[in-house]
């Protein structure tokens, strides 16, 4: 037995990318072209959490299948970018029955941080199919008190 997914909004998501894509193509579009945030790479997004600290910001992303030399971060203007890809590969054998499943596609996340982000101290682990990332807050500029002298 096959399962099917139905998606009754794939239409239209269709009919936005093309008409998106019909505008792009018009001349001078590219004047006002947008970042590639908008460009759907695969239908699979992985989940994000995402926690403020007193201190840092973590990012933790679930991203089972995927080796962690496969992934890309970027930092560009206050912007975290986050690609990879997942290549699995899924075999059952049972009473002469085979059955193969394979699930691979890219993957692109991209975060706005604020202003209170320090994007030089920024780091990355991942391990077990999860990616973390640490992103520590600046120094905040504390209040001194000037002495005004008579």
Do not use: C
Not at 17 to 36: K, M, T, V
Not at 107 to 120: C, E, I, M, N, Q
């Amino acid at each position: 037995m096959n399962i099917v997914r139905h998606d009754p909004w794939s239409v239209f998501d269709r009919f936005n990318r093309e008409f998106n894509a019909l505008l792009q193509s018009r001349p001078g579009a590219q004047d006002n072209a947008q970042d590639d945030s908008s460009i759907v790479t695969s239908r699979w997004v992985p989940a994000v959490d995402i926690k403020e600290d007193a201190d840092k910001f973590v990012l933790i992303a679930d991203i089972p299948g995927v080796d962690p030399k496969d992934i890309e971060i970027t930092m560009n203007r206050s912007v975290l970018t986050i690609k990879g890809e997942r290549h699995d590969e899924k075999r059952d054998e049972a009473d002469g029955y085979t059955r193969l499943e394979r699930t691979s596609g890219l993957f692109y996340r991209r975060f706005s941080l604020p202003d209170s982000a320090d994007d030089t101290r920024i780091s990355a682990k991942g391990e077990h199919g999860v990616l973390t990332i640490t992103i520590p807050k600046k120094e905040q500029a504390q209040p001194r008190r000037i002495a005004v002298e008579a």
